[in-house]
């Protein structure tokens, strides 16, 4: 079946530093999706890209849509603590609602 | 606007028992979706409602599953009899959209512990 493959897993850094994370598929996705999740929380979408290629920013947030439809990052710049999560890529078939998630990547920020 | 709501937030039980889980979707969605994330993996899909009828379940696991959506407002997950890999956290999403839109509103999930 389709896999995410999310990379890094997990990242400690400090306040105030910027955060690159990317998700590679050998599967071409429709649309591309990034949410984060807080402790004892479920998933809230922070971008949704829908064309390849297409650059998207929501506030310190930047992420990509790759020219293949086959990846996208995602970067954080000028990281605070509240940034502190789980962040998950997501895929999404042209025919299907149904969402194939990455692994996820560990953040941690330190003061 | 009320948003997804799962019921119970924790379930501890022991292996062979029963457990019914109860998501709540956002009022006015047709969409139901249960996906579960085993720990330190991705969150996997398990099926999509839409109203009462299962559009897609091609990701339960196994017959020890089994969702409704009876009437079309709430849905059910029961996992009958329990087992140890059947410990993960649970989450259901609901949206208006159809096919190509993403970004559905996901709940704050059940953490289920089969011992």
């Known amino acids: 079946g389709q896999q995410l493959n999310q990379s890094p897993q997990s990242m400690f850094i400090q306040e105030g530093e910027d955060v690159s994370m990317n998700c590679t598929s050998s599967?071409?996705?429709?649309?591309w999706l990034w949410y984060k999740q807080d402790p004892g929380e479920g998933p809230v979408l922070l971008i949704a890209l829908y064309k390849a290629g297409e650059l998207t920013s929501n506030g310190r947030l930047t992420a990509q849509f790759g020219i293949t439809r086959k990846d996208s990052f995602l970067n954080i710049s000028a990281s605070i603590p509240s940034d502190v999560g789980i962040y998950f890529c997501?895929?999404?078939?042209?025919?299907?609602?149904?969402?194939?998630f990455g692994t996820g990547t560990r953040l941690q920020v330190f003061p | 606007e009320a948003g997804v709501t799962q019921f119970p937030s924790h379930s501890v039980i022991e292996k062979g028992q029963t457990v019914t889980l109860r998501c709540d979707p956002i009022?006015?969605?047709?969409?139901l979706y249960w996906y579960r994330r085993v720990m330190g993996k991705e969150i996997k899909f398990l099926l999509h409602?839409?109203?009462?009828?299962?559009?897609?379940e091609s990701g339960m696991p196994n017959n020890r599953f089994l969702a409704e959506r009876t009437g079309g407002t709430y849905s059910t997950l029961k996992v009958q009899p329990a087992e140890l890999e059947d410990s993960g956290v649970y989450f259901c999403?609901?949206?208006?959209?159809?096919?190509?839109?993403?970004?559905?509103?996901f709940g704050s999930g059940t953490r289920l512990t089969v011992v």
């Open positions: 009022s006015g969605h047709d969409n």
């Open positions: 409602f839409v109203k009462e009828s299962k559009q897609d």
């Open positions: 997501a895929g999404q078939l042209s025919n299907t609602d149904k969402l194939i």
């Open positions: 999403a609901s949206s208006l959209a159809g096919t190509g839109l993403g970004g559905y509103t």
């Open positions: 599967s071409i996705f429709n649309t």
